[in-house]
């Protein structure tokens, strides 16, 4: 590592670096707005290799059968990967990542989250996955909720929904795509939605929707199907949307991801999840500052 390389992160308080410290970290999440209807698509898609790999794991439940061992499931995910390349004639380390992905079918991230509280804050559940003791400390939290994330292309439109020709040459040079969070509920009408379209061969991976906001409070917010997806229409479109979307998937996980040792820590609780001294903040009366006010 040279030297500059070591300070390359670091940032000072110029307009610059005030820009370069949002990009990364700032994500402008979608709301509904009460008497808009948005025309959307949903975008979040997984690699063929990781899809054959799930497939094979629903196959095997369904049949009751053996899961795949790790060592099967990579060989599988390989072929898939293997194929792909045969298609495109490509090499498989000469492939992007857009072109490994299997645009057949949406995806969503269902999460698991405690809100822990000043110092802890919202955070991923590990309730059920360390073990009883480990248990009893993420048990100290609120109860988990659960939400489920996706992310969005919004086409550019008016307030019903429909298309803005004028807009839309310029948006798609550069397509508005934000993360997408909601409850059980919206995720099972959206379910519904995806099931009438299978009826017809279709599903929502290639139909846009229209999200219908009935109210922007508690983001009540309707989905229904609106044709084929027009972002799929063009192939330079197609491109620009994947390509930017691709670089947010990342960011459909909203929550921290801590360890039971690290939650343990800042709760204060001893290695039985009983409360103690350890990670605690101390009580300290105005009295033990005095020296130091003294000197200010």
């Known amino acids: 590592m040279s030297d500059f390389e070591e300070f390359e992160n670091d940032l000072g308080l110029d307009e610059q ?19 808009r209807t948005d025309k959307a698509a949903i975008i979040y898609f997984h690699t063929v290799d990781v899809s054959a790999k799930r497939h094979a794991i629903k196959r095997a439940v369904a049949t009751k059968s053996p899961h795949p061992t790790p060592v099967e499931l990579e060989e599988i995910g390989k072929k898939a990967l293997e194929v792909r390349a045969a298609n495109l004639k490509k090499a498989l380390d000469e492939m992007t990542e857009v072109e490994k992905l299997d645009l057949s ?12 509280g000043e110092g802890v804050g919202d955070v991923i559940s590990r309730l059920g996955k360390d073990g009883p003791e480990a248990d009893k400390v993420w048990s100290q939290l609120e109860e988990p909720k659960i939400h489920f994330t996706t992310l969005l292309l919004l086409y550019p439109t008016d307030k019903n929904g429909e298309l803005d020709k004028n807009r839309f ?16 509920k919206r995720y099972d009408l959206i379910w519904k939605v995806n099931s009438g379209l299978k009826k017809n061969s279709a599903t929502i991976a290639d139909q846009d929707l229209l999200l219908e906001c009935k109210d922007d409070k508690y983001q009540q917010i309707e989905p229904s199907a609106d044709g084929k997806a027009t972002w799929l229409r063009s192939e330079k479109i197609k491109l620009n949307v994947l390509t930017k979307a691709v670089r947010l998937y990342p960011k459909l996980v909203p929550y ?17 999840g009983n409360s103690g001294t350890h990670g ?17």
Do not use: C, M
Request: aromatic share 12%; proline share 2%; no cysteine.
């Open 256 to 272: 921290r991801a801590i360890t039971t040792a690290q939650l343990r820590e800042k709760l204060g609780l001893d290695e039985a």
């Open 17 to 35: 670096d005030r820009k370069a410290a949002k990009s990364d970290t700032d994500v402008e999440w979608y709301k509904g707005v009460k008497g």
């Open 169 to 184: 040459a310029s948006w798609a040079s550069d397509p508005t795509i934000v993360p997408w969070k909601f409850s059980q």
């Open 280 to 296: 605690a903040v101390a009580d300290v009366s105005s009295a033990d500052f005095q020296e130091f006010i003294n000197q200010v």
């Open 105 to 116: 079918e949406v995806q969503f991230k269902r999460l698991q989250h405690h809100f822990g």
